[in-house]
């Protein structure tokens, strides 16, 4: 190929060696047509409003983090594939056990007070789809702190982050009891996805002009 296009900063270099002419990057990106807030009926506030929310595959990573929470008194629905197993593990740790697609996604992130976003390692992940497509719904995002998260959105102004499971459950009891704060970030997030062009409309601009 004449051009290789990746998200991720480390393999600009790393796809050099394996024999790539060029790399460059681009964004991790929002849908704008799918990831927007969504007007909630009463019947998708009956089906997706929690406090806390995660949408994504089994990982143990991310779940031991989430036993830790529902362990100390945060309830956390789950949503995505791969979690049959840990069902039951904990009453305050609700496994839906299904994916999420389209506007029913966009309606989990809406409904959810906090949505959590964790980064697969086993992909040396810094940032997801996941970390703009929440801002980009109006969600409030609670991330792992990286670099590149924090390039992405002003921390405890666009977003919010945490580097270990206490600083994490603190930040939760914080915002679970602060809405206006907590709107006002997931707003400025949003505001942020726009202005910044993480849409794919703009990634892919930028890709063509490339």
Known sequence: YDIVFTTKVYNLKELKLLGAKRTELFLDSYDENVHRPMNLSDEDMKNFACD?????????????????????????????????????????????????????????????????????????DEITSRSVEIPACGGFLLGERTKRHLEFFKEGKEAEFFDSNEEMLKKLKYYLVHDDERLLIAAAGRVRCAASGYSMREQLRKMIDV
Do not use: H, Q, T
Not at 86 to 92: A, G, L, R, T
Not at 115 to 121: D, H, T, Y
């Open 52 to 124: 806390v929310g995660f949408i994504g595959s089994f990982e143990n990573d991310r779940a031991e983090k989430m036993l830790f929470l529902a362990e100390n008194g945060i309830k956390v629905v789950v949503w995505g594939n791969g979690w049959g197993a840990w069902i039951d593990k904990n009453p305050n740790l609700i496994i839906k056990n299904k994916p999420l697609y389209s506007d029913d996604y966009a309606k989990a992130i809406s409904a959810a007070k906090i949505n959590l976003c964790f980064l697969r390692k086993i992909n040396r």
